[in-house]
């Protein structure tokens, strides 16, 4: 038999759930995630919207050999990239209980 009291608390409780997760996603652009490659030669700094905020390029590294420059600002931007995922995912996941399961949603 359907439960009207049941019904209510699952809908508010969907509710709870929905303005905390509309709190995580606001607070993204707060999360500011350091990585860097090349033993700090480039230094990334990302959001948790996956935006990059700054790149430092050691002048050192500029003068090393082009590809292996590009080859450290591909690895440092990926690295940030991949630890702003798990901590936006992290954070997700405390809000809803892992409800979300493995869904890697962007900018999420």
Do not use: C, H, Y
């Amino acid at each position: 038999m359907f439960n009207k009291g049941n019904m209510s608390t699952m809908l508010k409780q969907a509710r709870d759930m929905q303005k905390k997760i509309e709190e995580v996603q606001s607070d993204l652009e707060n999360i500011i995630i350091k990585s860097d490659s090349g033993g700090g030669l480039v230094k990334v700094e990302m959001n948790g919207k996956q935006e990059i905020l700054g790149l430092t390029i050691a002048s050192e590294a500029i003068n090393e050999d082009k590809e292996l420059l590009e080859d450290l600002i591909i690895s440092a931007v990926n690295k940030a990239f991949s630890s702003s995922q798990k901590e936006v995912q992290s954070r997700m996941n405390s809000v809803t209980g892992g409800m979300l399961g493995g869904l890697n949603i962007p900018g999420m």
